[in-house]
Structure formats: C-alpha cells, structure tokens
C-alpha cells in the first residue's frame, strides 16, 4: 500500500476489531501491506497498544524484520510497550536482535534504556550488538547508565562492553552513571 486507501486488516486493527481481524486472515488477506507511513499492520497494532491483535498477527507469521517510513521495526516498538512477553516472542519468531532504526538505536539500547536486564541478557545471546553507539555516540551501556537501570547495567558489564567509548559530547558510561 502506498498511501491510498487503508486495507481493511489495516482499519481492523487500528480499531481493535479482534473477531475481524480473525476473519480477515481467514480469507487470506496478507500481512505485508503497509500505509502511506509504511507501517505494516503488526506496527499498526503495537502503536495502537492492540497487543493481543499484535501477538495474533505474530503467531500467523507477521514478519517482525519489517521498517517504518521512520526507521523503526516492531521489536523497537514493542520495547516500548509494557507488554514484555511480546518482544520475546517476535525474536523466537525471527526478528533480528541486531537491526538498528534510523537513529542507530538497536533493541538492546532500548532493552537497557528501560532497565529489561532479562531481556537485555537474551539478546547479547543473540549477538546483539553490544557496543552499537547511537548517532549521539550512546552504547547500551551508556542507556542504561543514564536511565539509572542498575541490574541492566550489571547484564551489560558481564558481557564485557568497552568502557572508554564516549558519546558525541565525550562522556563514557561512567560519566552518565555518576
């Protein structure tokens, strides 16, 4: 979709309509059609805090691995929601624990920035980056020194991350902690 008219998946969710949503994926209707924003309809839901309708639209196959006009996947959207079961789920069904958005945020700067030391833990598993900086220079580490997030803190210190990198002002993770 490239800015017409929303798709009926698209208004369905955006509307919390679960039974059409059901129905709309029934008849075949395909998950990869996006808005004039770019958002597909697993963005749709995660932005519109739909989060049983996102993880419907997960467990069907909705690709997780998908940008927004904006630069952001779902799994950087979902680290803003408060449902934390969500992000594990996209990542056991292939999203990418190493995509950053056009910010050069990655999952883990979000997962230490909101102090998820579990899921922090996961995804330096997966081998996300653990020294990624920001386009300000930041580090997960750094995120999490600033948010004041001690145990994700703590995850990303046994992992071993450079700790003389500066952001673009020229603090190291330790200046922030401090």
């Known amino acids: ?3 017409g008219e929303p798709t009926p998946l698209a208004v369905a969710v955006c509307d919390g309509d679960m039974d059409r949503v059901v129905a709309l994926l029934d008849a ?5 059609k996006r ?8 963005m749709l839901a995660l932005l519109s805090a739909e989060m049983e309708i996102a993880r419907l639209l997960v467990e069907r196959g909705a690709n997780p691995n998908l940008q927004d006009a904006k630069g ?3 799994v950087h959207i979902s680290l803003l929601r408060p449902d934390r079961g969500l ?7 292939s999203a990418r624990p190493d995509l950053p958005d056009r910010e050069s945020v990655t999952p883990l700067h979000l997962a230490a920035a909101t102090g998820r030391a579990t899921l922090v833990t996961r995804l330096m598993k997966q081998l996300a980056p653990l020294d990624a900086q920001d386009k300000h220079g930041a580090t997960p580490l750094h995120m999490a020194a600033l948010n004041n997030r001690p145990a994700a803190t703590l995850a990303l210190l046994r992992g071993g ?8 002002d020229g603090r190291t993770a330790l200046h922030l902690a401090v």
Do not use: F, N
């Open 1 to 3: 979709m490239s800015g």
């Open 28 to 32: 075949g209707e395909p998950m990869i």
């Open 35 to 42: 808005d004039h924003k770019g958002r597909t309809p697993l």
């Open 72 to 74: 952001r996947y779902p």
């Open 87 to 93: 992000t594990e789920m996209m990542l056991d069904r």
């Open 161 to 168: 991350p450079d700790l003389e990198l500066r952001t673009g």
